[in-house]
């Protein structure tokens, strides 16, 4: 199974950006997909996961209502709309999957399997 991210590059604060992660090698719609985040000096930290076939979405509450995690199940294909974005969002984001696992580990880097190359989000002031 392999992940390839997309989509980062540098915006000012309040702009959009929109990632993609396409997925190959497995069974795609059997899996729950997320994003996370790495800022420099911090820990991975969860930003948003859509269980799979495109069933519920979590965020974390510091992008809820500003960021929107969907997937194309056609394409093998997750996204993450981001607008408003923050400083505070400058981060390498990372693409995620997993077989189906508990709603309460979705939040957490070791449910999942695989994980794409990280793609650099940074946002200006």
């Known amino acids: 199974v392999q992940l390839q991210a997309s989509g980062g590059g540098l915006v000012q604060a309040g702009g959009s950006l929109r990632l993609s992660c396409v997925a190959s090698?497995?069974?795609?719609?059997?899996?729950?997909m997320a994003w996370f985040r790495q800022a420099p000096g911090k820990e991975r930290e969860f930003a948003a996961a859509?269980?799979?076939?495109?069933?519920?979405?979590i965020y974390a509450d510091s992008v809820k209502g500003r960021f929107t995690i969907s997937r194309d199940n056609a394409k093998n294909m997750v996204y993450l709309q981001m607008d408003s974005l923050k400083p505070d969002d400058t981060a390498v984001y990372y693409c995620?999957?997993?077989?189906?696992?508990?709603?309460?580990?979705?939040?957490?880097?070791?449910?999942?399997?695989?994980w794409g190359q990280g793609t650099q989000v940074t946002v200006s002031s």
């Open positions: 859509m269980r799979y076939r495109g069933g519920t979405t």
């Open positions: 090698g497995g069974t795609f719609l059997d899996w729950d």
């Open positions: 995620a999957a997993t077989p189906r696992v508990a709603l309460s580990g979705l939040r957490l880097p070791a449910s999942y399997y695989y």
